[in-house]
């Protein structure tokens, strides 16, 4: 019922920035939260960033904080990750996802984009 779609990823230098978006369709993002996480492989997939129905609410994971900001803007039903200061060990597939009952557990996560490539070489 509710699509997500992931845009803005790509390869940059150490220390460049990237600006990812998630494009929602089927129902406003105003009615519900909506998180990225990250997947390298071989890893886990990591919660990286949340943020609530208002937008007053934000949320980071603590290798992020100060580098990245997540914004949204209801009126395009859009959802923002700014990264800053990209290092290495950035470099992951990003999703966004929607309507958690849990904002730190992917599992938890109702509405999932097909992701996006970040590769962040040194």
């Known amino acids: 019922q509710v699509q997500l779609v992931e845009s803005g990823g790509g390869l940059v230098q150490a220390g460049g920035s990237l600006r990812l978006s998630c494009a929602a369709s089927g129902r406003t993002f105003s009615s519900f939260a909506v998180g990225w996480f990250r997947q390298a492989p071989g890893k886990e997939r990591e919660f990286v960033s949340a943020?609530?129905?208002?937008?007053?609410?934000?949320y980071y994971t603590d290798s992020v904080k100060g580098r990245f900001t997540i914004s949204r803007d209801n009126a395009k039903n859009t959802v923002y990750l700014q990264m800053l200061s990209l290092k290495p060990e950035d470099t992951a597939v990003y999703y966004c996802?929607?309507?958690?009952?849990?904002?730190?557990?992917?599992?938890?996560?109702?509405?999932w984009g097909q992701g996006t490539q970040v590769t962040v070489s040194s």
């Open positions: 943020i609530t129905w208002s937008g007053s609410n934000t």
């Open positions: 996802a929607a309507y958690p009952s849990d904002y730190r557990d992917y599992k938890t996560y109702k509405h």
